[in-house]
């Protein structure tokens, strides 16, 4: 039985191939951060090719955010990372030229016989793959602007990280402690050297925990 694609679902932890070759799990390319996940139909595609130009622009806010981007279709590799190289997309891109996916989510687009791609979608997903926000790309204003997935991703980080705010007598107080609640959300160690001393909002020594 297929997965929906409905928030608050979670997608299956795929295993597939990069544009490099090598196989990579969603899980670990999330880790536990916010993921946006554009299922596209391929290189063939202008509006994919549009939409990834207009990801590629705003790839530098997605990249200091802690959040992750995915791109993945069910192109084999040389036209995968034609499509990667000719919008001057720098993340990763994922191969699911075995339509293991596909199949998984029932996103088969019976309408071009001829590519069989996916039906196009894009997903905000929550730490854990879960599904946060849908949007389904088949007609190209169904797909989300840069401004759609910041509102997505700010209403997303407001209820995933505890350190959203940092005026409040709990997290001054959690920072004179263990800073728990304060990202990277590792408990401090005491050991003498530890590099988590002195790590707020920036810190780069682990991914978050989960707090939804």
């Known amino acids: 039985m297929a997965v929906a694609l409905t928030p608050g679902n979670r997608l299956p932890d795929f295993e597939l191939p990069d544009h490099r070759g090598e196989r990579r799990r969603l899980s670990t390319l999330q880790g536990e951060n916010p993921l946006i996940l554009v299922i596209a139909r391929g290189h063939f595609c202008p509006k994919d090719q549009q939409q990834h130009r207009l990801l590629a622009a705003f790839y530098p806010e997605i990249a200091v955010a802690y959040t992750g981007i995915v791109t993945v279709s069910t192109d084999p590799l ?53 599904i946060f926000r849908v949007y ?43 800073r728990r609640l304060h990202y990277p959300y590792r408990p401090r160690s005491h050991a003498p050297g530890s590099l988590q001393e002195g790590v707020g909002n920036g810190g780069t020594s682990g991914p978050p925990e989960r707090f939804v």
């Not at 088949?138 to 840069?146: A, E, F, L, T, V």
């Open 136 to 178: 389904n790309g088949y007609w190209y204003w169904g797909r989300p602007s840069p401004e759609d997935l910041r509102r997505d991703l700010r209403a997303l980080s407001e209820q995933i990280r505890p350190d959203w705010d940092i005026r409040t007598p709990e997290l001054r107080a959690n920072w004179a402690g263990d």
């Open 78 to 130: 040389p036209q995968l990372n034609a499509l990667r190289q000719s919008t001057g997309a720098q993340w990763t891109f994922l191969s699911d030229a075995e339509r293991e996916m596909q199949r998984a989510l029932d996103l088969e687009e019976y309408t071009d016989p001829v590519h069989r791609p996916m039906i196009p979608h894009t997903l905000v997903l929550a730490p854990g793959l879960e």
